[in-house]
């Protein structure tokens, strides 16, 4: 846990360093609020602006669960400061903050209990590669419980507890709240000056505008898809907008996702699920990443790599890595469906090196 804050605390020095070295820039510490359209009032000190830009990001979502309120529970912050390691870590949610921390948890030595109220865990993601997912955390003892409503939470002997709608009582040391995140719109002084806000987030149009047209928004305080990445690429978009009148739209179809358990679950695009739902004839490749040399010499055999294709054009509607490295093998795919053709051509093209795990990805793409 010390080395996790150390990793932190030098993240936002380094940026904060970045800020601060530049003459051009002022930097202020302290709760802001919009006191008008054109000023912002920030711990006392008002700082008129010709155009502004929000990032206020997103903090944990509290789901409304009767009794949640009166029973001690932590979220994903919470968990980064703890110095001492909990007998039994119940997880309520299965997506990514949950599915890494219950890991990460049970690695260290706790009892882990995953509670989730859909079918199966890390629900947005492909269904092929998230029921392997679960395979791969119970063998490792982490408990899943899934299609699991809660009913209520309530402490049982100073300990807090999820009753289940079949009268399950899920008890822990400690509970973990991981039902993703909302974004911060509150106490900005939003509304008073005319920007559209929802429980979704910032409303903004397709160049990042909010109502107010001279105040941008980006990252989670919009609400779209919450990871940096998607941050630092709308913020050039954002301020190119805003400065220079480029009018660029953001362009969300090949956006990539990761939960960062090991192995990685990393996807863009469509799962086969949503493919056809939404239509496709559908065509799949996919090939296990453990028949590769690099797999068997890591000693982990783990993970598939799966492309999820229209079937009369051969568009790669979708590609999905669980795998060692899944995050860094996805975006050769990505590269692919940025081509003009937006097939396998590019990928099937490229002379991969030996061994490596990307082997797995050209192999996947080659024999179906």
Request: aromatic share 4%; proline share 4%.
């Amino acid at each position: 846990m010390a080395r996790i804050r150390r990793v932190i605390d030098d993240g936002v020095s380094f940026y904060e360093h970045q800020i601060e070295k530049d003459d051009g820039i002022t930097l202020f510490r302290g709760q802001a609020c919009f006191v008008s359209e054109h000023a912002i009032e920030c711990n006392g000190e008002r700082i008129e602006f010709e155009h502004a830009l929000i990032a206020a990001g997103a903090r944990p979502r509290i789901p409304a669960i009767p009794g949640l309120g009166e029973v001690p529970y932590l979220t994903s912050d919470d968990l980064l400061q703890a110095t001492e390691l909990p007998d039994h870590l119940v997880c309520l949610g299965a997506g990514a903050v949950a599915l890494e921390f219950a890991q990460v948890y049970r690695r260290l030595g706790a009892q882990v209990t995953v509670v989730q109220r859909g079918a199966r865990i890390a629900s947005s993601e492909d269904g092929e590669l998230s029921v392997l997912l679960r395979r791969y955390l119970e063998e490792e003892g982490v408990e899943v419980i899934t299609e699991a409503a809660v009913e209520r939470a309530e402490t049982v002997a100073g300990r807090p507890a999820l009753v289940l709608a079949d009268g399950r009582h899920v008890v822990g040391d400690k509970l973990l709240v991981g039902a993703g995140r909302v974004p911060v719109v509150d106490g900005l002084g939003l509304a008073e000056i005319g920007i559209e806000t929802r429980p979704t987030g910032v409303v903004v149009d397709g160049t990042l505008r909010t109502t107010l047209p001279h105040v941008s928004a980006i990252g989670d305080a919009t609400g779209g898809l919450m990871f940096t990445h998607v941050a630092t690429y709308e913020a050039p978009i954002a301020i190119a907008n805003m400065l220079d009148g480029a009018g660029i739209e953001a362009d969300y179809r090949v956006i990539p996702r990761v939960i960062f358990t090991a192995p990685e679950l990393a996807g863009v695009g469509l799962s086969e699920e949503r493919a056809l739902a939404a239509g496709h004839e559908v065509e799949v490749r996919r090939f296990d990443v453990g028949k590769t040399g690099k797999a068997r010499a890591l000693g982990d055999r783990r993970g598939r790599v799966k492309f999820v294709l229209d079937q009369r054009s051969g568009e790669i509607l979708g590609a999905h890595i669980l795998s060692r490295h899944g995050a860094d093998l996805l975006p050769e795919a990505m590269v692919a469906m940025h081509a003009d053709t937006r097939t396998l051509a590019p990928l099937l093209a490229t002379i991969h090196p030996h061994p490596s795990l990307s082997e797995a990805v050209k192999i996947a793409a080659r024999d179906g």
